[in-house]
Every structure is written in structure tokens, then in C-alpha cells.
């Protein structure tokens, strides 16, 4: 059964250190999505992704955060200068996509980002 | 916000039914009742959707009231595996400059099959 792959599993950072996370979506998907869940809290949306430019973005999404989809397979996350409460689970997702819907999305299992 | 209310949480002994209720009493006319779980930090699991009739798949059953103000999970015959936090969204398919496809989790419902 295709699934969402996400690396690495456990990702640790220094305050103020660039880190990037990357998400391999099921392969006949075109729409891709962020999220993170900080510890004890709620699944939070961060931004969706499709055709090559964000179509929505949340709140939380600011200048620090930018995503890529530097090839056919992989689609990244990059936060440029991580804080601490940047210390999250971050989770990737992908759906289907057919004449201007979305279907149900499927989600990888995770990467924990610590920051210290 | 999230636009559905779960209980907090709910206990169900193994190999019986559990029913999670979900009410969403604000829900449009095109938006779908989603269900996810999370088990344990893991990456949320879809597990069923329906928009006004009932829908059953190898996970589960949903039931949708008449007026789509609140609807029912049912996982027939739980197992220890089914401990999760079980969340219901509700979300249209539709891509509109009001609504890019993002799911807004809620804090859902905490359950514990017991053996």
C-alpha cells in the first residue's frame, strides 16, 4: 500500500540553525501539505502546497519557513533559524487532487524536531 | 476553531462496538464529515469520510444524522490497537479561495479499549 515517507525520524538542532525536512508523498499526488503537532497539543496546520506554489498558509507559516519541491518525488520543509518553540513533530500529508477538489489526505509518520 | 464537538475521552472494552459521537451542528452544504485517529504521536490515520449518507469501509462505519448536525464512528468490534485519539473534521472538497483543502484538527476524543 503507497504511503507518505518522512526523514529523518528524529531531527536535533541548535537555536538558530537551519534544518530542513523532507516528505516523499504517494506518488500519483499533487497536493501536499504540512503540519505540526508541538508536544501535548493540537495538530496544526502550516501550509499547502500545489503546482509548484503555496496555495494557503497559516498564521504560524512566517518568513522563517519556506517549502520546496526540489524534484518529482520530494517535497521539504526548511525553517531557516529554528527556535525553541519550533520543537514539534512535524508531519507531512498528500491528496489526490481532480478538477479543483481534494480528497482525503494521508499522512506520514513524523519527524520529531528538537531544538536546544 | 475546530467546527465539531467530540467528548473528551471514552473508555470500551475489547471486542465490543464503540460508538464516538460527533456533533457539527454549523456544517455547509458541501463539506464532508472526516474521520482521522492518532495513535500515540504518530501521523494521523484516515479512516472514513461521507458527506450525507451513511458509509461503512474495512475500519469502520459512519453514520450521518438526517440534517448533517452530528454523526457517529463505529469501529464494530475493538481491539487494543484501536486506542487512539480519534478526531472528527469537518471540511469541504472544494478548492476555493476560502478553503485550500487543510484539515482543522480539534483536541478529538481520547479512546481506551480495555481488555
Known amino acids: 500500500e503507497p504511503e507518505v515517507t518522512q526523514t529523518p525520524s528524529h531531527q536535533v538542532t541548535q537555536m538558530g540553525q537551519e534544518v530542513i525536512l523532507r516528505c516523499v508523498p504517494i506518488?500519483?499526488?499533487?497536493?501536499f501539505y504540512w503540519y505540526r503537532q508541538i508536544l501535548g497539543q493540537k495538530v496544526e496546520f502550516l501550509v499547502s502546497?500545489?503546482?509548484?506554489?503555496?496555495?494557503?498558509k497559516s498564521e504560524i507559516f512566517d518568513d522563517q519557513f519556506s517549502v520546496e519541491r526540489p524534484d518529482g518525488s520530494n517535497f521539504t520543509l526548511k525553517i531557516r533559524s529554528t527556535k525553541l518553540e519550533d520543537s514539534a513533530m512535524y508531519f507531512c500529508?498528500?491528496?489526490?487532487?481532480?478538477?479543483?477538489?481534494?480528497?482525503?489526505?494521508?499522512f506520514g509518520p513524523g519527524t520529531r524536531l528538537t531544538v536546544t | 476553531d475546530a467546527k465539531t464537538t467530540q467528548p473528551t475521552s471514552m473508555d470500551c472494552a475489547e471486542g465490543r462496538a464503540a460508538n464516538l459521537p460527533c456533533n457539527h451542528s454549523?456544517?455547509?452544504?458541501?463539506?464532508?464529515v472526516y474521520w482521522y485517529r492518532q495513535i500515540h504521536s504518530q501521523g494521523p490515520q484516515y479512516i472514513i469520510h461521507?458527506?450525507?449518507n451513511n458509509e461503512t469501509n474495512e475500519m469502520a462505519s459512519l453514520i450521518i444524522t438526517e440534517d448533517r448536525k452530528s454523526s457517529t464512528l463505529i469501529l464494530p468490534h475493538a481491539t487494543l490497537r484501536d486506542t487512539a485519539v480519534y478526531y472528527c473534521?469537518?471540511?469541504?472538497?472544494?478548492?476555493?479561495?476560502?478553503?485550500?483543502?487543510?484539515?482543522?484538527f480539534g483536541a478529538g476524543t481520547q479512546v481506551v479499549v480495555t481488555p
Open positions: 500529508a498528500s491528496s489526490e487532487t481532480e478538477r479543483g477538489r481534494t480528497y482525503e489526505q494521508y
Open positions: 506518488s500519483n499526488h499533487l497536493y
Open positions: 502546497f500545489y503546482n509548484n506554489e503555496i496555495s494557503e
Open positions: 454549523t456544517i455547509s452544504g458541501n463539506e464532508y
Open positions: 461521507g458527506l450525507k
Open positions: 473534521i469537518v471540511r469541504s472538497d472544494l478548492l476555493t479561495t476560502d478553503s485550500w483543502g487543510k484539515l482543522q
